[in-house]
């Protein structure tokens, strides 16, 4: 079974500019999460979509965070425009649902971004 | 709204010792799920133990295991054996269990442990 597919796996760009990444969950799987993970901090929780809707975005950064997930497959977050502290590795992760023996999160391997 | 900290930046342990990584947390709450995760410097966070906190029997998985002390909300992992493998940051984390939660997971800061051969 095919796990959690996210790239780029490393981006560097400039202040203000913009940038996306890409994740594509575990075939089957309703509930999508992005967790921002600063370093020496743990993941929070940026949104999470069960199927294409979103279920919790109270830390999504809004101003300058999007999200979203057509089709209720894949998943793009995209930043625009970036600051210094944004400078995160970003991981996605999936599950069937969120309940339940299918609440278990399988995470992807995570999008190192830099922002000088 | 809930936390969770782990007090202990980073553990070293010798190799086919015996190693307890600390985990405490604050909730109101009293239907939730305690995680431990691990994440190795490839960065993909892996699923090491879960403990139900309705169940007062403490959850094993082969050489890990956990110390649940619901009343003083404390949450350790015993790592035995310990191999060189097991050299990761540990993350304790914990998500609600009400009806209408959203299965967000609220993480520690991690502890970094090092696996002495």
Known sequence: ?116 | AQTVTQSQPEMSVQEAETVTLSCTYDTSESDYYLFWYKQPPSRQMILVIRQEAYKQQNATENRFSVNFQKAAKSFSLKISDSQLGDAAMYFCAYRSDYGGATNKLIFGTGTLLAVQP
């Open chain 1, 1 to 116: 079974e095919a796990g959690v597919a996210q790239s780029p796996r490393y981006k560097i760009i400039e202040k203000r500019q913009s940038v996306a990444f890409w994740c594509n969950p575990i075939s089957g799987h309703a509930t999508l999460y992005w967790y921002q993970q600063i370093l020496g901090q743990g993941p929070k929780l940026l949104i999470q979509f069960q199927n294409n809707g979103v279920v919790d975005d109270s830390q999504l950064p809004k101003d300058r965070f999007s999200a979203e997930r057509l089709k209720g497959v894949d998943s793009t977050l995209k930043i625009q425009p970036a600051k210094l502290e944004d400078s995160a590795v970003y991981l996605c992760a999936s599950s069937l649902g969120f309940s339940g023996t299918g609440s278990k999160q399988y995470f992807g391997p995570g999008t190192r971004l830099t922002v000088t």
